[in-house]
Every structure is written in structure tokens, then in C-alpha cells.
């Protein structure tokens, strides 16, 4: 470990880095994958009246943590241990710290305590925890941290803290990346923007509206340095990875914006595979009926024909998502499933989902499809569609009725959906 | 069996239901546009406002109070997998 070998390093006056390194790391959280490895992040800050310790480290680098922090402060110095982020990554070393330095108190956002007790376990109401909100200020003497609660980036519990006098922001997983590097600085490491927009698009894609809401209290703030919870420390040009944040976090907005407020027509995007031309049928159909109502862009896929990847942004932007299978043994086929378990780096929450597939002898693909999307936080409007083996001509009818209903359900002109009446009794229900 | 009249403001759905029923048993299979975690009570995910009829809903349990509290949640604000219909009422999506 070289020159960095557990000691701690100053990134400002009298703020010191005492993270870890975990070069050897190739999977993070199972869901992201890093060639180098990553850092565990922590940070101590020393005022005239105590030091305050921000995040700690991942269970196993807890003596590696405590070695660093024993070149810059005694335990009995220690008065605020700030958590913004209480993932085990940043609080695994947090039970050993309590038992060395007891008299320190937890400084966590508003959504934490329940998290924080369900994270410890403790066994009485020991624990001296002060709950903070954004503005909320701890004073070290000569020197005020204040926070920013920036809840979703990525838990509900996440915080940003800021060093007021030094404009020093300790950014939790915001502005964060999987890349160790023993220089440490952004600066000085190697090449890591692919890293930065890579775990962006991982960690934080899904909670973008709750990024921009982030940015308006963090791109008033001045900037010399940010000290995220993983990766590089950002001390050249810090705001140009505010920048890039309110880049990525801009794009695809439509589906935030009502249908009649936006630019582009809403999209209803249909998926299909088919075995036998039946399936096929059925999806040129539905996009058929969907058409007919004005408005509306409908796009036609085959998943035989694509690998995955390409399609995660369209359905990002897309307002609903109809998926044609057929059933082979009892099941939808694999391409649909490895779509619909691609999709957890984007937000699909109250946008309209539908399924409807031909089968053989038992069509049990439309309803596991439906509870899928219902699983994904998807509205499921219109009930699916199954027809057995080869389309009729009335059957065709249906899926452009079928078609025609998501439409319909996506631009709030149902007159004919569900009911004529608007008032159904329940027993009518689908199970 | 008691009966109540739900409507769902969002898809502007009215749904006779046997009285005791939870929210989230009728707004699932209408296709309403409350959206669920958990389902037990301790996500908040599926946060409703309680546009008419707040004293037609069985009263909020101590924890399901909580969660409502940790969720920020406003005035008639309820969890659709907690809050069973007894009386007529009108929700939508919080």
C-alpha cells in the first residue's frame, strides 16, 4: 500500500481522509461490476471543540479505518459520528466505533432512526442520536457542519454534509464511483469518468427526479472540494461533477411531465416473441388498435431480434409497455424474463403495463407477466389478452379492442374501458 | 354482507366492495393508480390521500401512523395495504 500505507491523508486543513481500500473488489452489491476495485470513504474533521468522524467503513477494512483515524484524533476526542448513508458499506465499522469512543453522538437524517435500529440492533436506548434536516447545523468550535437531506441518492435515509468554512462537501454515494486508486485525488488517479458515469447510471438513474431535487440545494453551495463515500476525491474543478450530474439526471424528463405538457407524442412501446406467427399476430394488432387513438407513438419490437440493452432508454421514456408471450410449459419464455429483470437502473413506477400472448392448452404466461410488471410498480389497466393457438378474425377484433383500451388508459379517454358507468361491483373483477 | 362504494379519482372508477376489504385488494385489480411495496405497512410506498369520506377507513394503527409520519405524510393520508373500507369513501394516489 505504499505511501498510503494506513495513514491518513489531509484533503483540506484539518480534514483528513480515513477510508479503505478494497482493490481486490470485482462485484459491488452483485449489481455492478468494477475493474479496479473501490474505496470506503470516511472522513474526520477536526474543530477547535472535538473532531467529527463522517461515514466509517466496510466491516472488514474496520482496523484499517481505526489505524488511520489513530494518526489524526484520539477516541475520546471523537463528539459527532455523521452518517450519511447508513448502507453496510459505510457503517460497518460504526458498532466497533460506538464501543471506542461511546461518548460520541449520531448525527442521521429523519429517515434513518428506523433504519439505524434495524442496522444495530441495540438492546437498550442507549444509543445518543440527533436528528438533523437540511440547514441543521452542528457546531466543531471554529467550524459548523450543515446538512442537506438528499433522501433516495440512494436510500431513503441519504444526507450530504457541508464544512461550511472550508466549502468542503462530504456527498455520501452522490458524486461517487467503484475505483480505487491510491493517489486518491481526481487529479492524480487514473482515468475514472467511465467509472463516475457507470455507478450514476446504477446507483442513482433510478432516483433521478430525486437527483434533481438534490442539485437545487447543492449547486448554490461554493465548492473547493467534494469527499464522496466511494471513489476519487473531487478537489480539481469539483463542480464540474455537479455539472455532469444535472446532465445526466435532464435527460429522458418526458415521463415526468403529464401527456398534454409534452413535446413528444406519449409512447406505448409493445414487445413480442413468437413461436408459431400467432403471438405476432396478436402484437400487430394491438398496435393496430392503439393507433387509432390519436396522440400516440406506438413502437413494434420482436425480442428474438435484440439484445436488451438498446431498449432500457426507450422504455425509460416510454408512458406504457405491452408484452406479447406465448406459454411454452407452463411459463413465458426466457427473452421476456431477462428483460423484465434488466430493468432495475430505471424507474418504471406508474407507468401502464399490459400482457397478452396465444397459447396451447393452458396460457398461464399473461397473468405471471401482468403480476411482473405489478412487481415492478407498474399500473395494470386493462387486464391481459390470451387466445388459444391460432387468431380468428374476431379474435383479432379483441387485441385491436385490447389495442385500443391502453391507448385509452394512457391518455385519459377510457369511456368504454372498464365500465360505461364508472361504477362496477367488485365480484366482476378478474381474480 | 355490508357493502361500501370505493372510487378511485385517479382512473375516475367507482367499485361496489364488501365492507372490511383493504384498499389495495379492489385498486390492484382495477388497475388504480396506487402503487405498492411492501404491502405490510412498513414501506410507505403505497401512500394514498383520502380525498372523501377519512372516517369511512378502519383508524390508522399505531404503527401504520408511524410510517405515515417517517413518509411525511399529509393530512388523510393513508397506507392503501393497511386501511380497510368500511363506509364510502374517494382516494387517489398520494
Not at chain 1, 481500500?21 to 474505496?39: K, Q, Y
Not at chain 1, 474496520?62 to 489524526?72: G, K, N, S, T
Not at chain 1, 393452458?362 to 387486464?383: F, Q, Y
Amino acid at each position: 500500500m505504499s505511501e498510503h500505507d494506513c495513514n491518513a491523508i489531509e484533503i483540506a486543513p484539518g480534514v483528513h481522509w480515513i477510508g479503505a481500500l478494497d482493490p481486490g473488489l470485482r462485484s459491488f452489491d452483485m449489481i455492478l461490476r468494477t475493474a479496479n476495485g473501490t474505496t470506503y470513504n470516511a472522513y474526520a474533521v477536526r474543530g477547535s471543540d472535538g473532531v467529527a468522524i463522517i461515514d466509517t467503513v466496510k466491516a472488514e477494512f474496520a482496523d484499517e479505518f481505526f489505524a488511520r483515524l489513530a494518526h489524526v484524533a484520539r477516541l475520546e476526542e471523537i463528539r459527532v459520528i455523521v452518517l450519511n448513508h447508513l448502507e453496510p458499506d459505510h457503517t460497518g465499522a460504526l458498532p466497533e466505533l460506538l464501543r471506542r469512543a461511546p461518548q460520541a453522538r449520531l448525527i442521521i437524517s429523519k429517515r434513518a432512526p428506523a433504519m439505524l435500529k434495524a442496522l444495530l440492533k441495540p438492546t437498550d436506548d442507549a444509543l445518543d442520536v440527533e436528528v438533523v434536516d437540511t440547514g441543521d447545523e452542528v457546531s466543531l468550535g471554529d467550524r459548523r457542519l450543515r446538512f442537506l437531506n438528499t433522501p433516495y441518492l440512494h436510500w431513503p435515509d441519504t444526507q450530504c454534509t457541508y464544512l461550511v468554512e472550508q466549502q468542503v462537501l462530504f456527498s455520501g454515494d452522490v458524486f461517487g464511483c467503484h475505483h480505487c486508486d491510491l493517489r486518491l485525488f481526481n487529479d492524480r488517479v487514473g482515468e475514472f469518468r467511465f467509472s463516475f458515469d457507470y455507478y450514476y447510471a446504477h446507483i442513482m438513474r433510478p432516483f433521478k427526479s430525486h437527483v434533481r431535487d438534490a442539485l437545487k440545494l447543492i449547486e448554490p453551495l461554493p465548492l473547493t472540494l467534494i469527499a464522496p463515500a466511494h471513489g476519487p476525491i473531487l478537489r480539481e474543478r469539483p463542480r464540474r461533477y455537479v455539472t455532469r450530474y444535472r446532465e445526466l439526471s435532464s435527460s429522458g424528463e418526458g415521463f415526468d411531465r403529464p401527456f398534454e405538457a409534452n413535446d413528444q407524442p406519449a409512447s406505448l412501446i409493445v414487445f413480442y416473441l413468437s413461436a408459431y406467427g400467432s403471438t405476432t399476430r396478436m402484437a400487430e394488432a394491438v398496435q393496430a388498435g392503439a393507433e387509432a387513438v390519436p396522440g400516440l407513438r406506438v413502437s413494434l419490437y420482436d425480442l428474438e431480434g435484440s439484445e436488451i440493452a438498446p431498449f432500457i432508454d426507450l422504455i425509460e421514456e416510454a408512458d406504457a409497455l405491452a408484452f406479447g408471450s406465448p406459454t411454452v410449459n407452463g411459463d413465458a419464455v426466457k427473452p421476456i424474463w431477462d428483460l423484465l429483470s434488466s430493468l432495475g437502473g430505471i424507474s418504471l413506477r406508474g407507468k401502464i403495463g399490459a400482457a397478452f400472448g396465444s397459447y396451447g392448452w393452458s396460457g398461464e404466461a399473461v397473468p405471471m407477466i401482468e403480476d411482473r410488471l405489478r412487481g415492478l410498480k407498474m399500473r395494470v389497466p386493462v387486464s391481459g389478452l390470451r387466445l388459444q393457438l391460432t387468431p380468428t378474425a374476431a379474435e383479432l377484433d379483441a387485441c385491436r379492442a385490447f389495442g385500443r383500451q391502453i391507448a385509452e388508459a394512457m391518455t385519459g379517454t377510457s369511456n368504454t374501458s372498464v365500465s360505461a358507468e364508472r361504477v362496477i361491483d367488485f365480484a366482476e373483477l378478474s381474480p | 354482507m355490508a357493502k361500501a362504494k370505493v372510487t378511485f379519482q385517479d382512473i375516475d372508477q367507482t367499485v361496489n366492495v364488501p365492507a372490511g376489504i383493504r384498499v389495495i385488494d379492489v385498486s390492484e385489480k382495477i388497475g388504480a393508480g396506487i402503487i405498492y411495496g411492501c404491502r405490510e405497512g412498513d414501506c410507505g410506498t403505497c401512500m394514498m390521500h383520502v380525498v372523501e369520506g377519512w372516517n369511512n377507513l378502519t383508524e390508522p394503527s399505531v404503527l401504520e401512523e408511524k410510517v405515515l409520519r417517517e413518509n411525511m405524510a399529509s393530512r388523510h393520508d393513508r397506507l392503501a395495504c393497511q386501511a380497510q373500507i368500511i363506509g364510502d369513501c374517494t382516494v387517489k394516489p398520494a
